[in-house]
């Protein structure tokens, strides 16, 4: 638990453009697990990007601007100091966002200059503290209230959680993790194990946890990423796993798309599932597939969730 | 044994003899491989400097050459030749020509920030790779690599309309890049989607590539974010090659 243990049951809620294009079924089984677990979203009004993963290669300070704005929003217009985003790169922004005006003076002035011009009000360092989807659901119902309320039981699926890069990586952003018992683990991260295991879920021994997609080159440099993403898939299947549990919509179109790829230019066919972990919640939780977004995922996982009593 | 990962001989300067006497001497055969020597005259003793004028290039100056980076490189697991250790050992040295052998591949660092999380010294490799591939295309050695033209469509948009629309950073880079759309793995993708998703989504993802979702009142961002990276832009340029730049602009 974080020291400074913040009320996470009412947060502010940034969903950012990838929960409205591709990873709209984050989205919908965010909104839905939190909805059935009684925790209170309000959405960021006129959120904008956190400046993705390229922002940052035409210049950082833009990127920290740009998270800036929607931490600003959340503590001088909503008047809310907790902001959860489900995705790892709007998440990892936000953080970084907070590191270089908590570090950096220069990031600072051009942020402040930056506001300015824009006509909004400047954001300042500790005004906010930022959350993954799971955190929130860790912090606020973890283990044993998720387990009192599981209907369906996600026994006897064996999972492998897989957490991608900008959760863990740089560790310097990330001062509340590696912090003792409790807290989450930037080398061997456990909160999505820990949740699903509470779910009834068998997890796998999985050892890339934390590896690349090759997200950022998607698509500029695909034949890297398929080879990244075939990685991925084929040692959750060594390692005995039938789904992929994710939790970034870009790490889940990667490895959504990247399957099909390496499927039609390596003729390499993998059929492991891919789903979000708050699908997955959703399902132990009782809700319906639909409510859950399955059928918004490119990967068809419906057979497969009946087979389990899931469908 | 990070420090042996990159050998500074070359296959094509080791040169043996099938029969060869050298002042009386026989050296002839494998046991009497050479090492053919070569000579840099080309140091440039601005690399070093000029990389760390740009974002992410700062802290190379930290290096102490341990190879942890390389060791835990992504890309480097995939292709061996893929290796900031030596990377930065050569910017800091001024190898400008050793350096502009591997320009064609710097570029495909992931951001995985394996490196940084490695890294001893605080160097940020990660930077110090977007920094470079930047350097090599402001100094005209490289063209604009895919990954540079795509964090450039996903820029504008942002700065543009406050927002990143999938379906037009799709169609606008594979545009950009001369690629087609039609490519079967694509196809497949969307035939895949398609066949399950309700109809309701599907419009209201159709209608957003034609309407691109935007922040209201961003007006005041976007030009001040315009602003803003003129001027750096003109500062990068300034940094890297100040005699073109000043011409340039005058
Ligand atoms: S960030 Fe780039 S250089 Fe660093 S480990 Fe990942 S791919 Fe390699
Ligand atoms: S950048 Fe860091 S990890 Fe890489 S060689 Fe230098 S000191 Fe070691």
Request: charged share 25%; glycine share 6%.
């Amino acid at each position: 638990m974080p020291t400074d243990q913040k009320n996470y049951k009412k947060v502010a809620y940034y969903p950012g453009c990838a929960l409205e294009g591709t990873g709209h079924a984050y989205n919908r089984s965010t909104k839905a697990v939190g909805k059935k677990l009684g925790l209170d979203l309000v959405e960021v009004d006129n959120w904008n990007c956190c400046g993705a993963m390229e922002v940052k290669n035409v210049d950082p300070k833009i990127q920290t601007y740009l998270s800036s704005r929607v931490m600003s929003i959340t503590a001088n217009e909503m008047d809310m100091d907790v902001v959860m985003a489900p995705c790892n790169g709007c998440y990892h922004n936000l953080k970084k966002a907070e590191y270089e005006l908590a570090n950096d003076k220069e990031s600072a002035e051009v942020v402040e200059r930056l506001s300015k011009e824009a006509g909004h009000e400047t954001y300042k360092a500790g005004q906010v503290e930022t959350i993954h989807a799971l955190d929130w659901i860790k912090h606020t119902i973890g283990e044993d209230g998720l387990r009192e309320r599981v209907k369906n039981s996600l026994s006897g699926m064996k999972i492998a959680n897989y957490y991608g890069c900008m959760y863990t990586r740089p560790r310097h952003i990330f001062p509340e993790k590696d912090a003792g018992p409790g807290s989450e683990s930037t080398y061997r991260p456990h909160f999505m194990d820990d949740l699903l295991e509470a779910a009834g879920a068998e997890n796998v021994e999985f050892p890339l946890k934390t590896a690349c997609c090759g997200g950022a080159h998607t698509l500029s440099d695909s034949d890297m990423s398929t080879k990244l993403v075939l990685n991925i898939l084929r040692a959750a299947e060594e390692s005995d796993a039938e789904v992929i549990a994710t939790e970034c919509p870009t790490c889940h179109t990667g490895l959504e798309m990247h399957q099909i790829r390496a499927e039609k230019t390596l003729g390499v066919k993998t059929s492991v599932k891919i789903l979000y972990f708050t699908q997955l919640l959703g399902l132990a939780l009782g809700l319906k597939p639909r409510k859950v977004g399955i059928q918004e995922n490119i990967s068809s996982s419906t057979d497969f969730l009946k087979e389990k009593g899931l469908a | 044994m990070p420090i042996h990962e990159q050998s500074l001989i070359r296959p094509e300067n080791l040169t043996t003899h099938e029969e060869k006497i050298i002042d009386g001497i026989d050296v002839s055969g494998h046991w009497s491989t050479f090492i053919e020597s070569r000579v840099v005259t080309d140091y440039n003793e601005q690399m070093e400097d000029e990389i760390a004028a740009l974002p992410g290039g700062e802290f190379i100056h930290r290096c102490w050459q341990c190879g942890s980076c390389t060791n835990s490189c992504t890309v480097n697991a995939v292709n061996p030749e893929f290796n900031p250790r030596f990377w930065i050992y050569l910017i800091r040295m001024g190898i400008e020509s050793e350096l502009i052998r591997d320009k064609d591949i710097i570029w495909q660092c992931v951001s995985c920030n394996k490196c940084t999380y490695a890294c001893p010294r605080d160097v940020y490799p990660e930077g110090v790779m977007k920094a470079t591939s930047h350097w090599l295309e402001l100094k005209g050695h490289t063209p604009q690599s895919p990954s540079a033209i795509f964090d450039e469509v996903c820029t504008d948009q942002i700065v543009d309309t406050g927002k990143i629309e999938d379906g037009r950073t799709l169609r606008r880079f594979m545009q950009k890049t001369g690629q087609s759309l039609l490519q079967d793995w694509i196809v497949a993708m969307i035939k895949q989607l398609v066949s399950h998703l309700p109809v309701s989504l599907l419009a209201k993802m159709g209608l957003s590539t034609l309407i691109a979702p935007r922040t209201s009142g961003w007006s005041g961002a976007r030009r001040a974010l315009k602003r803003y990276i003129e001027e750096q832009q003109t500062e990068q340029q300034m940094a890297v090659n100040p005699v073109v730049a000043g011409e340039e602009k005058h």
